[in-house]
């Protein structure tokens, strides 16, 4: 039996990976980002590119239907793999390289000689699901999604921002934090990630700031020095919890396998301990009303008590939680953007 490469895993979605996923079905080439992942069909037959949008929850099932039941492995262990038949590197070639097929054609050969152990899988007892909670901030962030234009977004936020309603975002948020309380996945990891190199800048505003963020050896220069938080971690997700202290379902009966799907930019902490949720938001992105919502759904999700234990816990009592229920947003925007002003009335935001 081999050793080689690892199941598909929803809940453990590698970060920046480049390699072959391989089912009974297919073998696709396969990139995964922060935020998408394309997915290159070559075998039976050769596809065009697919891109699935991580952060959206009806997309991000789709990629884990796709893969279900697929056999990953990894740019270094395909090279490894195949260089001896194929004759050439692996590593080498870029998704468009028309040699794709042979080299998947290669390591399908060897699995079926060679076939890979399977984890070994207990079927959960009747009745033990657990429940994750979609809070009433997160219904609202997934209309606004739905209703993705910036004439929506505007009259919305306009309407919020209006005489009497000005506390309306704030209950909803102090609402999904209390709605949140009851999920307790403290004793998960924020992410999976066992290798945390550097970033590759890819010429991406998003992904590149984040990437100089969180590198100790680069120094962002932040105008107004009290928003100059202490980088913590990158892309993790307050919902994420795997099958070892599941099954989980969501509360609408359906499975909580995706739980896990996107994340926050950033965690930063303030030099007192508090943590701050920082969301990166490039030119051609949604609007800013939009980036607020995220942001404060993201922090609904991160300030309960057990969200606390388990950041006590993934970061050595670094975060310090003074007054509960409450949390720091920082946006970052790469250029300002339209609505600022009514944005920073319905926020309460001064800067």
Request: proline fraction near 7%; charge should be negative.
């Amino acid at each position: 039996m081999s050793d080689i490469g690892t199941p598909f895993d929803p809940n453990n979605l590698p970060y920046r990976f480049r390699g072959l996923a391989i089912s009974e079905r297919e073998c696709v080439h396969l990139t995964v980002g922060s935020k998408s992942s394309v997915l290159k069909k070559l075998l039976p037959d050769i596809g065009e590119d697919q891109r699935y949008d991580l952060l959206d929850d009806d997309e991000f099932e789709g990629l884990c239907e796709r893969l279900d039941g697929a056999w990953l492995l990894t740019i270094g262990e395909i090279t490894k793999l195949t260089i001896g038949s194929v004759g050439f590197a692996a590593n080498e070639l870029k998704r468009e390289d028309d040699r794709w097929p042979q080299v998947a054609g290669a390591v399908q050969s060897h699995l079926e000689q060679d076939p890979p152990v399977p984890p070994k899988v207990e079927d959960p007892p009747v009745g033990s699901e657990k429940v994750v909670p979609r809070t009433e901030l997160r219904h609202f962030y997934r209309s606004l999604r739905l209703l993705n234009a910036k004439d929506i977004h505007d009259t919305i936020c306009g309407y919020l921002a209006g005489r009497n309603r000005g506390t309306k975002l704030g209950d909803m948020f102090l609402r999904s934090v209390h709605h949140f309380q009851q999920y307790d996945n403290s004793s998960e990891p924020f992410h999976g990630r066992i290798d945390d190199a550097p970033v590759p800048l890819t010429g991406n505003y998003a992904f590149d700031l984040v990437a100089k963020i969180a590198d100790p050896n680069v120094h962002v220069n932040f105008e107004d020095p009290s928003l100059a938080g202490e980088f913590v971690d990158r892309e993790l997700s307050p919902f994420r919890s795997t099958s070892r202290t599941g099954p989980w379902r969501f509360e609408n009966g359906e499975s909580g396998r995706i739980s896990g799907a996107g994340g926050l930019d950033l965690l930063l902490m303030m030099p007192d301990g508090r943590p701050v949720i920082g969301e990166v938001k490039a030119e051609g992105d949604s609007t800013l009303f939009f980036a607020l919502v995220q942001s404060l759904m993201y922090a609904a999700e991160l300030v309960t008590s057990n969200q606390m234990k388990r950041l006590d816990h993934a970061y050595g009592g670094r975060i310090k939680l003074e007054v509960p229920g409450t949390a720091d947003v920082i946006l970052f925007c790469e250029k300002k953007p339209d609505g600022m002003d009514l944005v920073q009335k319905i926020s309460g935001a001064e800067r």
